[in-house]
């Protein structure tokens, strides 16, 4: 079946730790984008790209890196400069610019926590 | 800056009676988004408007979008406890990939007896 498949569904990091959370894609999508999550609150926007080999900040890109190899990958590291990483990450895909109905899809998710 | 607002953030609901879930917006959008999501889960589309004013309905909930005004509302027509949940409304801009989105702070919904 075609989706958006994270992994792993949770992690444990240290602190100093650079931790990768994984995000792949059989949907053919061109455009895909990280979202976090924190308790109680909407999603914002980490990261995206819309094209291989291509992506730009979101709203709070500080303390994160992204890179966009593939067309079904858009891996999101999480660097020790992020400073408050414990949240709940979502990898989410579209299409990219046109289309009449065309909405992104959301993964499953990877919860985050620094011990 | 695009803002998105929803209210109430909290609503708790009686079985049977009727809610609704406001969305304002301060820029013009092409469309926007409504979503569920359930405790420790993702989140489940419910709603795409598109910006002509569209109305969808699905079983008891029926979205609207009111684009002079940027306000979309979320109608809940006599609740049930399945209905349970946080709701996002997300609006999205023409000028970028429609995945890249700005979101509501949600509404927790808790639907009793």
């Known amino acids: 079946d075609g989706g958006i498949t994270q992994s792993p569904k949770y992690l444990f990091r240290k602190e100093g730790q650079n931790v990768t959370l994984s995000c792949e894609q059989n949907l053919n999508h061109d455009a895909m984008y990280w979202y976090r999550q924190d308790p109680g609150q909407g999603l914002r926007l980490i990261y995206y790209s819309q094209i291989v080999n291509d992506f730009q900040k979101g709203d709070i890109a500080e303390g994160y890196s992204v890179s966009r190899e593939k067309k079904e990958s858009f891996p999101l590291t999480v660097t020790s400069a992020q400073k408050n990483p414990t949240a709940f990450y979502l990898c989410?895909?579209?299409?990219?610019?046109?289309?009449?109905?065309?909405?992104?899809?959301f993964g499953q998710g990877t919860r985050l926590t620094v011990v | 800056e695009l803002k998105v607002e929803q209210n109430p953030l909290f609503l708790s609901m009686q079985e049977g009676k009727n809610y609704t879930i406001y969305c304002n917006y301060s820029?013009?959008?092409?469309?926007l988004y409504w979503y569920r999501q359930d405790p420790g889960k993702s989140l489940e589309s419910l709603f795409v408007?598109?910006?002509?004013?569209a109305v969808k309905q699905e079983g008891r909930l029926m979205a609207s979008l009111d684009t002079k005004a940027r306000l979309s509302t979320l109608h809940i027509t006599a609740a049930v406890h399945d209905l349970s949940a946080t709701y996002f409304c997300a609006v999205a801009t023409r000028t970028d990939s429609w995945g890249k989105l700005q979101f509501g702070a949600g509404t927790q919904v808790v639907v009793t007896p």
């Open positions: 820029t013009t959008s092409d469309r």
């Open positions: 408007l598109l910006s002509n004013g």
């Open positions: 989410a895909s579209s299409m990219g610019q046109g289309g009449m109905n065309t909405e992104a899809f």
